[in-house]
């Protein structure tokens, strides 16, 4: 029981959170999918204001 409890504890430590590895797995996983969306939707805001600006003869 002894060893477990050590287990757990290191884990916290490495992880740097207090939960168990497949939370702050999850945690982890939807992050990623929030900062990909953003990125995404970044990426689409500038295609279309260089559509925009293409469009009205303005160099880019």
Do not use: C, I, W
């Not at 168990?20 to 990426?43: E, F, I, M, N, P």
């Amino acid at each position: 029981m002894e060893h477990s409890l050590a287990f757990e504890r290191n884990d916290r430590q490495m992880n740097g959170h207090g939960e168990s590895t497949g939370k702050v797995s999850a945690l982890h996983s939807d992050s990623v999918r929030r900062v990909t969306q953003y990125q995404t939707a970044g990426t689409n805001a500038r295609l279309k204001l260089f559509a925009v600006l293409e469009a009205q003869g303005v160099p880019a």
